[in-house]
C-alpha cells in the first residue's frame, strides 16, 4: 500500500467546490504530474478510477493519453452496455454505440475492439450485432466499409450473423437494428455486409463473405431485371424494364432511365 499512496499522493485532481456554480463551457481538471505515469502501475489506475465520482471522470482520465485511453476501455463500456440491456435512454438512443465508434476512430488497434466486444458479450451481447440507432450501420457493415477482413472476423468469430441487414435508417417498415428478412419486398431493400462490399468496390472483401457463406441478396445479383412503374414513364419515351448490373438498385444505367422518364 505505501506504493499506491505514494502514486496516489502523486495524483493531484483539482479540489471540487460545491458552491461554485460552473459556467456552460467550464469542465473540472485533472491534473497529473510528469512522474506520476512512471510509478502508477495499470492495476493501480483502475483501483484509482473506480475511486472517481463519475463515468464523466473515466472519460476524462481516459483522455489523458493511449495508454489510459485502451486500459479503461471495460470501465467505459461496461455502464453502455448495462444501460441499454434495459432500454436506452431518448438522447443515447440517437449515439452510435462504444463498438462502432472505436472501429471508426482506431480500427488498427484490434485489442481495444476485442476487449469492447469481450464486454458486450459478456453483458449485452445484441451490441455486437447491432447499433442501437436506425442512423447508424451495424458493427459488421462498418467494418467492410472500412474494407478490415480482420474486425469483420473478429465480429463473426462473437457470434454474429453475417446476414443482418441494415434498413437504411429511411422509414421503411423493417426492423431497424439487425434482420435477416425484410419486412416487404415492395419496401426498400435494405443491404447486408456483401452489398456493401460490392458497392465499395472490396474484391478481397466480397470472396471472404462468400466463403463464410453470406446470402447473396436476389436484388444485388448480376443480370436482375427491373422493372419501372408503368405511369412513371409510358410518357417519357423510356423502356419499362431494362437489366440491371452488378451493384443492384443503386447504379447509373438505373439512375440515367428513371432521369429520362422525368423523375
Known amino acids: ?36 505515469f512512471e510509478n502508477l502501475s495499470p492495476e493501480i489506475w483502475l ?3 473506480d475511486h472517481l465520482d463519475s463515468l464523466s471522470d473515466t472519460f476524462r482520465l481516459s483522455r489523458v493519453n493511449k495508454f489510459l485511453w485502451s486500459l479503461l476501455i471495460p470501465a467505459r463500456a461496461r455502464p453502455e452496455a448495462k444501460r441499454h440491456a434495459v432500454v436506452p435512454t431518448p438522447h443515447e438512443f440517437y449515439r452510435p ?38 442512423c447508424h450501420r451495424p458493427p459488421l457493415h462498418v467494418a467492410v466499409v472500412l474494407n478490415r477482413l480482420d474486425i469483420v472476423e473478429l465480429i463473426l468469430d462473437a457470434g454474429v450473423s453475417i446476414n443482418i441487414r441494415w434498413s437504411l435508417g429511411l422509414g421503411n417498415q423493417c426492423h431497424t437494428k439487425a434482420h435477416e428478412e425484410c419486412f416487404s419486398q415492395r419496401r426498400r431493400r435494405c443491404k447486408n455486409a456483401l452489398t456493401l462490399a460490392k458497392e465499395y468496390g472490396h474484391r478481397e472483401m466480397q470472396n471472404y463473405l462468400i466463403q463464410r457463406g ?37 447504379n447509373c444505367p438505373i439512375i440515367s432511365k428513371l432521369l429520362a422518364a422525368g423523375q
Open 1 to 36: 500500500m505505501d506504493t499506491l499512496e505514494t502514486a496516489v499522493a502523486d495524483l493531484h485532481i483539482a479540489p471540487r467546490n460545491d458552491n461554485q456554480v460552473p459556467s456552460v463551457n467550464q469542465q473540472p481538471e485533472i491534473q497529473i504530474t510528469g512522474g506520476c
Open 47 to 49: 483501483i484509482v478510477n
Open 97 to 134: 454505440s462504444m463498438l462502432c465508434l472505436e472501429i471508426k476512430r482506431n480500427p488498427s488497434c484490434l485489442d481495444d475492439i476485442r476487449k469492447i466486444i469481450a464486454v458486450y458479450k459478456e453483458i449485452n451481447p445484441a451490441l455486437i450485432e447491432t447499433n442501437r440507432t436506425p
Open 214 to 250: 453470406i446470402e447473396e441478396l436476389s436484388w444485388d445479383k448480376p443480370g436482375l431485371r427491373i422493372k419501372l412503374p408503368r405511369p412513371s414513364v409510358m410518357c417519357h419515351g423510356c423502356a419499362l424494364s431494362f437489366d440491371g448490373e452488378e451493384c443492384g438498385l443503386f
